[in-house]
């Protein structure tokens, strides 16, 4: 193969290390939209509930401090200016993004090694799912089951001061949710 038909083969969306990151982020419960043309950059993973975006970029192609993103020894002049005009465009699109209010994340090609890190990485950046408001809901729901109990011994505190005492310790939880957690127990 020359270098033309290699050149041609190299895919710019459903690489191995996008598909590693969706993969990624599907199993830790978030779900994302896939290259928005009508955002900047076409991000690779997009949450629009969040305003957020992930670009899941190759080493070479962006020009990565590590092993992987250095300039071929052939024909450097053309890569140089190749490379520099990528990382150009990708700073264009963050910043773009960010005017409209868009919070971005990228993730290397490289850090999948890691995926562990990613992992963390993500959840920090993107926050809780949906998955962590069940939990959430399950504490909550344990919570007044408690207070029930108590009740019921005689240990009975004013119903205010209860739910207040609880909403501090569960900010998450709204008063609605605790409502109908508190009808389902009766």
Request: aromatic content about 8%; charged content about 30%; proline content about 4%.
């Amino acid at each position: 193969m020359d270098r033309s038909e290699n050149m041609r083969s190299i895919r710019g969306k459903d690489t191995q290390p996008e598909m590693a990151v969706r993969s990624l982020v599907h199993r830790l419960g978030y779900r994302f939209r896939l290259h928005r043309a009508d955002l900047p950059g076409k991000p690779d993973l997009a949450f629009p509930a969040r305003r957020k975006v992930i670009f899941v970029h190759g080493c070479f192609w962006h020009s990565h401090n590590c092993k992987s993103g250095l300039i071929p020894h052939s024909n450097q002049e053309f890569w140089q200016v190749k490379l520099h005009r990528n990382k150009e465009r990708d700073s264009r699109s963050i910043q773009t993004l960010a005017k409209q209010g868009w919070e971005s994340l990228t993730i290397w090609q490289c850090e999948l090694k890691n995926t562990s890190a990613v992992s963390t990485k993500i959840k920090r950046f993107l926050g809780a799912t949906g998955t962590d408001d069940i939990a959430a809901l399950a504490d909550a729901e344990e919570g007044i089951r408690q207070g029930l109990k108590d009740a019921n011994a005689g240990r009975l505190r004013p119903v205010r001061e209860f739910f207040a005492e609880f909403e501090a310790t569960h900010p998450v939880l709204q008063k609605t949710r605790i409502a109908k957690a508190t009808r389902r127990l009766k």
